[in-house]
């Protein structure tokens, strides 16, 4: 009787420190996942009222930049971790921000005139596609935004590529200010707060040109 009780012990003793066991390997893997995941406190906060334009910061250690807002579309750069970026508007997850530092368009240059020396160059014709560049040749360029006769642009360099079946020569080009954008994963993005454009320097002070003195306090003019 006494060795029946012992070994009921013993096996409520196994179920017991088995239970703990997997209760710890639990917490283990839990607190595993906690460090590998991106925390809430980081995530761009896309369920309250954000006044934009918004600036961020890239939390991830290399964040995608891609041409429109979803994974299916193409990679046109990447954001290292800490990167600041002025982002636009939140769209199902997704941001759109303007054009990172090295980003550029492309645009048809049978479109455009002959580059000055310092890459500006006007477009000669209308509703012009601005597309979106990528770090791949791609023959499913997104389009970013149109330009029309007499708008400027800055080349920065030229490539070509099949487009609906037709090979064409683009010009890489400054993305527009104010017409491209770009997009990120909302994610991995910081909110900072709200974006303040820095004020444009105003015009230099005109320097007062003193009046010239009269001439009769200049000359002594005898009376006559």
């Known amino acids: 009787m006494g060795s029946n009780r012992i070994a009921n012990l013993a096996r409520i003793l196994v179920v017991v420190l088995g239970t703990i066991g997997l209760l710890g390997g639990t917490v283990a893997q839990g607190?595993?996942?906690?460090?590998?995941?991106?925390?809430?406190?980081?995530a761009w906060p896309s369920r309250q009222k954000i006044k934009y334009p918004a600036q961020g910061q890239v939390t991830a250690s290399q964040l995608h930049v891609r041409a429109g807002s979803g994974s299916n579309y193409y990679v046109c750069g990447?954001?290292?971790r800490g990167t600041k970026i002025i982002v636009r508007e939140e769209r199902l997850g997704?941001?759109?921000?303007?054009?990172?530092?090295?980003?550029?368009?492309?645009?048809?240059?049978?479109y455009v005139g002959k580059?000055?020396?310092?890459?500006?160059?006007?477009?000669?014709g209308s509703k012009v596609r601005v597309r979106a560049g990528a770090t791949q040749a791609n023959q499913n360029y997104a389009v970013q935004c149109k330009l029309n006769k007499g708008d400027t642009v800055r080349v920065i360099g030229q490539t070509s590529a099949t487009i609906a079946g037709e090979k064409i020569t683009l010009y890489k080009i400054e993305p527009p200010p104010g017409k491209a954008f770009f997009w990120v994963f909302a994610k991995y993005v910081r909110y900072l707060g709200p974006y303040t454009p820095e004020p444009l320097p105003g015009p230099a002070p005109v320097a007062e040109i003193p009046t010239p003195p009269d001439i009769e306090d200049v000359l002594e003019i005898p009376d006559t």
């Not at 607190?31 to 980081?42: E, I, L, P, W």
């Not at 941001?95 to 368009?105: A, G, T, V, Y």
């Not at 580059?115 to 000669?124: D, F, H, K, L, R």
């Open 94 to 110: 997704w941001l759109k921000i303007d054009p990172p530092e090295k980003s550029f368009s492309l645009i048809a240059a049978k």
């Open 78 to 80: 990447l954001l290292p």
């Open 31 to 42: 607190q595993t996942a906690k460090k590998t995941t991106n925390s809430s406190a980081d």
């Open 115 to 124: 580059p000055g020396p310092a890459g500006q160059a006007v477009v000669t």
